[in-house]
């Protein structure tokens, strides 16, 4: 039995800045926020897309961002590392079976 399918996740990255919001009509406090979405075959896992927005911490309206303009300011990766690299363990084990097999003639 092959389990494989899809899922999404996401993350309140922290108020960066205030300014006006033209919704609610006022200097509010404005949160970036990371959704992304992945595939996984079993427990090994590869993101497929993933999205930053910069949204009003009260009318939670805002607008999206570049994702390479968000990830230069970024400390580390805010998806977790399983997530982002859980394919190399499906491509490493697969290798490892042609190397073993290729060595054992």
Sequence with gaps: MIIWGSGSGGAD???????HCATCERDRPFKLFI????????YLRWVTEKKYH??????QRGWELK??????MLEKN???????????????GV???????????
């Design 13 to 19: 990255l922290g108020q960066v800045e205030v300014r």
């Design 35 to 42: 959704q992304y979405r992945y595939a996984h075959l079993y």
């Design 54 to 59: 910069l949204a009003c911490d009260i009318c």
């Design 67 to 72: 994702a390479a303009d968000v990830e230069s």
């Design 78 to 92: 805010p998806i977790p590392f399983m997530t982002r690299f859980g394919w190399a363990f499906l491509v490493g």
């Design 95 to 105: 290798a490892l079976i042609i190397l073993f097999l290729s060595l054992s003639k």
